[in-house]
């Protein structure tokens, strides 16, 4: 069984007062969700103060993204996956769509970071998805198993069982407009099936599959009801503890 993962991404939004408050609040209102992981991700600054006052709770800290470089040294403004171990981290974010959109990271870049948190013991939560243009000319599965090819060239089977996929459609993010169930389990399978190819069936049945785009607590639970959805990425409505509680406890 796939124990399935609710995971906030917190963008570029809180500061560390903010976020320890946000975290503090999340804390006793999923105390009690044994039925998945509990995974939230603030900005760089607040991982540390967030951690700590996360220290023995269910609730586990990401980072939204990691350097790909694996020993310190000079290379100004990145944060390794050590130091992202040290601040308390257990996860990271890798290709979201919005730092492939606006910072350039390519697959190769992505293929080097997700080695990078491996290295370190961090769990990946590596994002793929196409845009609506994409979509709309029916590209839809080739540019998300091209996404996923590239950035996993070269990782064995046992690296790759670690890894947690979040799906989600570029068009979703953000906007409002969330994929309905049917084209989320379409697409969910379809990554198992290529993973199934790729690596075994083995490793396709156990891999998480999360999918992300305007989830909000109104649609977690039909999307959560599709086979092949383990769990959710969450931005926007996991900025609120209330809002983000309701969609870790989707299950009623
Ligand atoms: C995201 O940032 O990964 C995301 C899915 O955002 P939102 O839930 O706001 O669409």
């Given at each position: 069984m796939?124990?399935?993962?609710?995971?906030?991404?917190?963008?570029?939004?809180?500061?560390?007062?903010?976020?320890?408050?946000?975290?503090?609040?999340?804390?006793?209102?999923?105390?009690?969700?044994?039925?998945?992981?509990?995974?939230?991700?603030?900005?760089?600054?607040?991982?540390?103060s967030v951690a700590d006052r996360l220290e023995g709770s269910n609730v586990k800290v990401a980072a939204q993204d990691v350097s790909d470089q694996l020993k310190f040294g000079a290379h100004t403004g990145e944060i390794s996956g050590d130091m992202l171990k040290d601040a308390g981290c257990s996860h990271a974010?890798?290709?979201?769509?919005?730092?492939?959109?606006?910072?350039g990271d390519s697959d190769a870049f992505i293929n080097r970071k997700l080695r990078a948190a491996l290295h370190f013991g961090l769990t990946p939560i590596l994002c793929c998805g196409?845009?609506?243009?994409?979509?709309?000319?029916?590209?839809?599965?080739q540019v998300v198993s091209d996404q996923l090819e590239n950035d996993l060239t070269g990782l064995t089977a046992d690296e790759v069982a670690k890894i947690i996929i979040a799906y989600e459609?570029?068009?979703?993010?953000?906007?409002?407009?969330?994929a309905?169930?049917?084209?989320?389990?379409?697409?969910?399978?379809?990554?198992?099936?290529?993973?199934?190819g790729k690596f075994g069936a083995g490793l396709a049945d156990g891999l998480r599959i999360l999918y992300g785009g305007s989830v909000k607590p109104e649609n977690i639970a039909e999307l959560m009801n599709a086979p092949d959805i383990d769990g959710a990425l969450v931005g926007g409505a996991s900025l609120e503890a209330e809002s983000f509680a309701r969609i870790v406890h989707y299950n009623g």
């Open positions: 796939r124990k399935p993962v609710i995971a906030g991404n917190w963008k570029m939004f809180k500061t560390i007062g903010e976020s320890v408050n946000t975290a503090v609040s999340l804390k006793p209102l999923v105390s009690n969700a044994n039925h998945c992981e509990v995974v939230i991700a603030p900005v760089f600054t607040s991982l540390k974010i890798i290709g979201h769509s919005e730092r492939r959109a606006m910072y196409e845009t609506l243009d994409e979509r709309d000319a029916g590209k839809a599965e459609p570029v068009w979703a993010i953000g906007t409002g407009r969330t309905t169930p049917e084209q989320a389990q379409q697409m969910h399978a379809y990554i198992r099936s290529w993973l199934s």
